[in-house]
């Protein structure tokens, strides 16, 4: 049997391993540093990194604020790190989520991929997209606190970074709803892959899983998720050396999408008078799963309820799709042992194709006819963020090839009901004697802005911030 790597998790910062849940606020401060003055930069950031929130311990109460830091190709270039160092970081990270392109020139590569088109378009992006003023975004600190512990924590680390960054930072804020409910008022953010290697909270939370030789909840290797570590091809990203600045990093992808919950509302309610089910009935075919995480495919106990909501497959139990269509969103999304040449090896490449998610719902909750005040016309929508090693081989490979994909595993037409990208077609919920297809008139969710942030490990932090 292989080693296991020992995974440096006091070095990794705490949001790979936590969505920090009991902090149900949270802030994003997004900025542009002002070009100059390395010295103050690299002070700022050194004393911001004794603040950073480790993997290990974490932080050393439930309650108390957690701070992680990530920074764009450009910001690292701002901090003073070289060229070629740079060049070792991944072309899609260096390029960026969206390229600038020059006026009248065609569409670049990496916005068709991820299907920003339209009104998803960079063009109307409020950050991080075509428009030259909002364009360029340098780093990202995420805040997390308490309801009450939010606002000074973010007018803290803004003075604190006050004469470095180019007038204000944007700050977007998140919350966790009660339930970890996101705006279309699905349970969210449980499903997430298990690192191998990580701190076991408790003993044996998969050893009631069964005789199947197939386990769902399978362990992933560290290098899915961290940079030095090896993945599940068998390789590692590293300079061979002790002091690689990716080491114990990750990549991660922020996109600020916007739900219009009273169109989803409504198309849910209008396709289930149509064919004769409930709304309840509609929303779960969509997504895949019901309202409080309950999967479509049959569950088997297993250790936590975490745990049991996850423990399915659809290869033997649901290849048809009559359970769980084929298009839903978590289908999609994880495909488990359902894509390849048989199901072993379908949920082993699958794992090469994981992300944790650590988005967060911003906006207040939509309410039947404006009852907070604001209904229709406010913004809300999920602050998404993916963490993975391989940006092309994770999260795009999951948007572009998967949830934007109309002949995704067989389909005809199509794309995922609840992404942003407009598939003119509609969705096709798998039924007998014939499949229900349903039109959407459009997306329910648009992208407002996006960058891709590489998350450093802490002593990586504390090398960039050492004087030059
Ligand atoms: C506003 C947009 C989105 C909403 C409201 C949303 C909502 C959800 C919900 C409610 C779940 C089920 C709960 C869970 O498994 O934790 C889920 C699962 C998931 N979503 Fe999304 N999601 C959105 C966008 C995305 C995007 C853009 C991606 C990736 C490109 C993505 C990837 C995933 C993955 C990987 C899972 C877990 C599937 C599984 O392991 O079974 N989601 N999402």
């Not at 340098?138 to 006050?162: H, K, V």
Request: net charge neutral; proline share 6%; with cysteine.
């Amino acid at each position: 049997m292989r080693k296991m790597d020992r995974v440096e998790w006091e070095d990794v910062q705490g949001i790979v391993l936590s969505g920090y849940g009991e902090l149900k606020r949270s802030a994003y401060l997004l900025w542009r540093f002002q070009s100059g003055n390395l010295p103050r930069k690299k002070e700022w950031l050194f004393d911001l990194t004794r603040r950073l929130t480790p993997s290990q311990p974490g932080p050393s109460s439930n309650t108390q604020p957690a701070r992680n830091l990530a920074l764009t190709a450009s910001g690292l270039r701002h901090l003073g790190v070289d060229q070629s160092t740079l060049n070792s970081f991944s072309f899609e990270f260096l390029e960026g989520m969206a390229p600038a392109r020059a006026r009248g020139a065609p569409i670049p590569r990496r916005t068709n991929i991820l299907g920003d088109l339209e009104d998803s378009s960079p063009e109307y992006w409020h950050w991080g997209g075509w428009n030259e003023e909002t364009r360029e975004i340098d780093g990202l600190l995420m805040l997390f606190a308490e309801e009450t512990g939010i606002n000074q924590l973010i007018q803290a680390e803004m003075t604190a970074m006050a004469d470095i960054v180019d007038g204000e930072p944007i700050v977007l804020s998140g919350q966790l709803f009660p339930k970890e409910r996101e705006h279309f008022g699905f349970e969210d953010g449980f499903s997430q892959p298990k690192i191998e290697g990580r701190p076991k909270k408790s003993k044996g939370a998969n050893s009631k899983n069964g005789k199947s030789e197939i386990k769902p909840n399978a362990e992933v290797k560290a290098g899915e998720f961290l940079l030095g570590y090896e993945n599940e091809r068998k390789a590692r990203v590293t300079n061979g050396h002790d002091r690689d600045i990716r080491r114990n990093g990750t990549y991660l992808v922020f996109r600020q999408l916007e739900q219009d919950v009273p169109a989803f509302n409504t198309f849910v309610c209008d396709v289930a008078k149509k064919i004769g089910e409930t709304d309840k009935w509609v929303a779960a075919r969509l997504l895949g799963r019901g309202m409080d995480g309950e999967p479509l495919i049959v569950e088997k106990p297993n250790g936590s309820e975490e745990d049991a909501k996850n423990n399915f497959l659809y290869y033997y139990e649901d290849r048809a799709g009559l359970r769980c269509p084929i298009g839903a969103h978590i289908r999609r999304a994880n495909p488990r042992d359902s894509l390849g040449p048989d199901p072993e090896t379908a949920l082993h490449l699958s794992k090469m194709h994981r992300i944790i998610r650590r988005g967060r719902p911003y906006g207040e909750r939509w309410e039947p006819n404006g009852a907070n005040g604001h209904g229709d016309k406010a913004e809300r929508g999920m602050l998404f963020i993916a963490l993975n090693a391989d940006i092309a081989g994770q999260f795009e490979m999951i948007q572009h090839s998967w949830i934007n994909n109309p002949h995704f595993n067989g389909l005809y037409t199509g794309t995922d009901p609840i992404s942003h990208f407009p598939d003119g077609e509609g969705i096709t919920i798998q039924s007998r004697p014939s499949n229900l297809r349903v039109d959407r008139a459009k997306p329910f969710v648009t992208v407002r802005g996006g960058a891709y942030f590489f998350l450093p490990g802490l002593r990586a932090l504390r090398d960039i911030a050492a004087p030059a």
